[in-house]
């Protein structure tokens, strides 16, 4: 496909289980992001890859989340012991590296996570 | 730090009726500013973009947005709205490439809904 594809779409975790979500991005894009949405809220940052390299991990919450991009395509969001409050909307974006100019973020449909 | 507030969670607006959704934002740097909008049940898309040059941007739909740097706003404007505008709308601000780190602040949404 053309666009930014995330799977699965819908997850439901027990508290304290392990959750991996899946994002590939637009062929050819070397940047990645990801940002998580709750409900009501905007979407907030969480972390940025170029290519392979995780330059900001700066949104990420809590150490029980982890992000890795290993041959700079796909692209797995971690989070380890889920908790309540991690339920949200996660949002994989992806977009191309022009220099001199800001690059559109084409967003994947999103992986609703639901923590029971 | 950069944040941005939409005043507005919801705005009802009859059918043709002109409509404004609010934004304004703050930061210390000049940035690039966005408004996305996501149908039901589908993903962001960007819908127009102020990067620099005229102050006043147009998207193919209709909508028209105008930077206001001394009053740090971005409000969205529609002269006449149509059923196939009820969507989520949401502002957002990127303080440029930091190494290529295009991320972008959300709002925190408005839900325009449009009454027959």
């Known amino acids: 496909g053309a666009g930014v594809s995330q799977s699965p779409r819908y997850k439901v975790a027990k508290r304290g289980q392990d959750v991996a979500l899946r994002c590939d991005p637009i062929?050819?894009?070397?940047?990645l992001f990801w940002y998580q949405q709750a409900l009501g809220q905007g979407p907030e940052f969480l972390t940025y890859?170029?290519?392979?390299?995780?330059?900001?991990k700066s949104g990420l919450p809590s150490d029980r989340f982890f992000a890795e991009r290993p041959e700079g395509s796909v692209s797995t969001l971690k989070i380890q012991r889920t908790q309540q409050e991690d339920s949200a909307v996660y949002l994989c974006a992806s977009s191309q590296r022009t220099s001199g100019t800001h690059n559109e973020q084409f967003f994947g449909p999103g992986t609703r996570l639901t923590v029971l | 730090a950069q944040s941005v507030t939409q005043l507005d969670s919801q705005v009802p607006v009859f059918e043709e009726a002109p409509v404004e959704l609010r934004c304004n934002y703050s930061?210390?740097?000049?940035?690039?500013l966005f408004w996305y909008v996501q149908y039901p049940n589908q993903g962001l898309q960007l819908l127009l973009k102020y990067l620099s040059g005229s102050t006043l941007v147009e998207s193919i739909n209709g909508f028209e947005a105008e930077f206001n740097k001394s009053q740090t706003s971005f409000h969205l404007r529609k002269p006449s709205v149509h059923i196939s505008d009820t969507a989520e709308y949401f502002c957002a601000v990127s303080e440029g490439a930091n190494f290529g780190n295009e991320k972008l602040t959300f709002g925190t949404g408005t839900r325009l809904t449009i009454i027959p």
């Open positions: 930061s210390s740097v000049s940035v690039y």
């Open positions: 890859f170029q290519n392979e390299a995780q330059l900001d």
């Open positions: 062929s050819g894009h070397v940047s």
